[in-house]
């Protein structure tokens, strides 16, 4: 199996341009997460799907920030439009829930750099 | 508020002898907890999970859970610079949603 791939690998983007970044799942995960990774905050949870259909969007920070999941092999997130404190690592992650809570794979992540 | 708390490090070992890592959460909800391991620059990649009050090994690796107190402990023996990363402690509780620690940047000094 190839894993979570996620794309692009890095972005560096303007403030004000539209930014979307890609994930697909594990075949067979039935659990897709987005997840923010900063320095100063860790790692958050921005949404969350379950069989395609969102469950938890608490934690995407602002309007300007959305997320779908349109099958089960494909996720994006966007943001529009970008600003400099967006800057950060972005995870996606994906798990079956056949195999007990937890068991996350992660993709490699999209650095992304707003100028 | 964070719900789970890690001392973010470093912990510095010598090699060969055991790193101690230590988590505390806040939701009692949380039934299952995991560490993960981070290279910098790389993704996390889960190395340990625990449902039980108690113990589990798994090779240099152990993890002790201790609801009562709501802590979670990563013990890993005979260190080798290898192991030196980033550890992240993650609580769940509903819906196969973790939540994460911030992290204890473990050094293995040879």
């Known amino acids: 199996d190839a894993g979570v791939i996620q794309s692009p690998r890095h972005e560096v983007t303007e403030m004000g341009q539209e930014v979307t970044l890609r994930c697909k799942p594990i075949?067979?995960?039935?659990?897709l997460f987005w997840y923010r990774q900063t320095m100063m905050r860790g790692l958050e949870l921005l949404i969350y799907?379950?069989?395609?259909?969102?469950?938890?969007d608490s934690g995407m920070p602002e309007d300007r920030f959305s997320a779908k999941m349109p099958n089960a092999s494909f996720s994006t997130l966007k943001i529009q439009p970008s600003e400099p404190r967006d800057s950060a690592v972005y995870f996606c992650?994906?798990?079956?829930?056949?195999?007990?809570?937890?068991?996350?794979?992660f993709g490699s992540g999209t650095r992304l750099t707003v100028v | 508020q964070k719900e789970v708390e890690q001392n973010s490090g470093p912990l510095s070992v010598p090699e060969g002898a055991i790193a101690s890592l230590n988590c505390t959460y806040s939701?009692?909800?949380?039934?299952?907890f995991f560490w993960y391991r981070q290279y910098s620059g790389k993704s996390p990649e889960l190395i340990m999970s625990?449902?039980?009050?108690g113990d589990k090994e798994d090779g240099r690796f152990t993890a002790q859970l201790n609801k009562a107190s709501q802590y979670v402990s990563l013990l890993i023996r005979d260190s080798q610079p290898s192991d030196s990363a980033t550890y992240l402690c993650?609580?769940?509780?509903?819906?196969?949603?973790?939540?994460f620690g911030g992290g204890t940047r473990v050094l293995v000094k040879p």
């Open positions: 992650a994906s798990s079956f829930s056949g195999q007990g809570q937890g068991g996350y794979t």
């Open positions: 075949s067979g995960h039935d659990y």
């Open positions: 799907f379950n069989n395609n259909v969102p469950i938890d």
């Open positions: 939701d009692r909800g949380s039934q299952s």
């Open positions: 625990i449902y039980s009050n």
């Open positions: 993650a609580g769940g509780a509903a819906g196969n949603k973790l939540t």
